[in-house]
C-alpha cells in the first residue's frame, strides 16, 4: 500500500468556463500531508525502510519535510527535521504535530542543511526535495492515476520549484504511452529558476529567492530535470507573485481549497485572462494542483496586500 491517496481528479465547471475549455483538476492538495510531494516522499521513505534504514532526515521545512515526517509517522520510522530560524512559526508546529524531532538551527537553510548532513549515517536515510529519482518514480503515480480514471488530456500544467514535480510527471507521460504530450511550466517570479536556465542555455543557479512562493524556492533545477525541459516540449512560463496570490483567492472562493502560492501560481494561468494563451490549441488541459500546508489564508492576504 501506497502512502499517498488517489486524489479525487474532476472537470471544474468554474474554470471550465472561465478558460472556455475542459479543465481537469488533479486535487493533490488533498493529500494527507498537504501536497502532491507525499507521493515521491512516500516512495521513497518505503524504499529506504526496506532497506533498513531505521531514521529518516530532511533540513525542509516546508512540504517536502511535511511528508517525511508524515511517512515517518505511518511506516514507524523516527524523523529529525532541521530547519532555521526563518522558518514561520506555523510550518514547525505542522511538523512536530506529526511528531517529527524539530531543531531548528542557523539563519539560513544551508546551515541547517549543514547540520542535518552531520546526522547522517548508515542506518539514516536523507531525503532531498526533489533531486532523486526515487521521488519522481512516485510523483509519477499522478499521471498513472489519471490515466486509470480513464480520462483524456492534451497538456499538464504544473509548477516547477527544482523539478521533481516536473521529472515525475514526464515519467508518469513516458510509461502511459504519452511522451507526445506538453508540459507548461510554471514559475514565480524571483523563483524562476528553470525559465532562467532554459534561456541561458545553462543550469545557472538563482542568486536569491524574492518571491513569497517559498515552495518554489530552489536556487536551480535538477540536471535531470533542466535535461528534460531543453530536450522535449515542456513550455516554460513565469507569473507574478500577485498573480499566483489572487488566483489562490479566487481558487478559495471556487473550490473551497486553500493553497500555496506555489500551487496558485500554476492556477493563475486560468484566472488571469492573459496568461490563458498558454493554453491556445489545447482541448483539455490537465491542472496538477499540487497544493501546499504552509501558508495560512491570513498569510497570503497578508501578501497579497504587499504585492498589489
Ligand atoms: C515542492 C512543491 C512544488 C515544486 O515541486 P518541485 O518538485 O520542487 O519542482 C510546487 N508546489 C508545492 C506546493 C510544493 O510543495
Not at 22 to 31: G, T
Request: glycine residues 8%.
Amino acid at each position: 500500500m501506497p502512502l499517498h491517496l488517489d486524489t479525487p481528479l474532476i472537470q471544474s465547471r468554474q474554470l471550465s468556463l472561465l478558460a472556455d475549455r475542459r479543465i481537469w483538476l488533479k486535487f493533490d492538495a488533498l493529500q494527507p500531508s498537504g501536497s502532491f510531494k507525499l507521493r515521491g516522499i512516500g516512495a521513497a521513505c518505503e524504499e529506504y525502510k526496506r532497506q533498513g534504514r531505521t531514521r529518516f532526515v530532511s533540513s525542509s521545512g516546508g512540504n517536502a519535510g511535511l511528508a517525511v515526517a508524515y511517512a515517518g509517522r505511518v511506516l514507524d520510522i523516527p524523523v529529525t527535521v532541521v530547519i532555521p530560524e526563518s522558518t514561520p512559526v506555523h510550518a514547525r508546529k505542522l511538523l512536530e504535530q506529526e511528531g517529527a524531532t524539530v531543531i531548528v538551527h542557523g539563519a539560513a537553510w544551508v546551515q541547517a542543511n549543514e547540520l542535518a548532513q552531520s546526522l547522517l549515517d548508515e542506518t539514516t536515510a536523507f531525503l532531498h526535495p526533489f533531486d532523486n529519482p526515487l521521488l519522481w518514480t512516485g510523483h509519477a503515480t499522478v499521471i498513472d492515476e489519471v490515466v486509470r480514471a480513464g480520462t483524456e488530456f492534451d497538456a499538464v500544467v504544473l509548477s516547477v520549484g527544482g523539478g521533481g514535480l516536473l521529472s515525475g510527471v514526464v515519467e508518469g507521460l513516458e510509461r502511459n504511452g504519452l511522451s507526445h504530450v506538453p508540459v507548461i511550466a510554471i514559475e514565480t517570479e524571483g523563483a524562476d529558476c528553470l525559465a532562467r536556465a532554459l534561456a541561458a542555455g545553462e543550469n545557472i543557479p538563482l542568486s536569491a529567492i524574492t518571491s513569497v512562493a517559498t515552495s518554489l524556492g530552489a536556487n536551480k533545477v535538477a540536471e535531470h530535470a533542466f535535461k528534460i525541459a531543453q530536450s522535449r516540449d515542456v513550455r516554460s512560463v513565469v507569473v507574478s507573485d500577485l498573480e499566483a496570490l489572487d488566483a489562490c483567492e479566487q481558487f478559495l472562493h471556487d473550490h473551497r481549497v486553500l493553497v500555496e502560492p506555489a500551487c496558485g501560481a500554476s492556477l493563475a494561468t486560468i484566472y488571469n485572462p492573459q496568461r490563458r494563451t498558454v493554453l491556445d490549441g489545447f482541448q483539455s488541459p490537465l491542472v496538477i494542483v499540487c497544493g501546499g500546508a504552509t501558508a495560512t489564508i491570513d498569510k497570503i492576504r497578508e501578501w497579497r496586500a504587499a504585492a498589489a
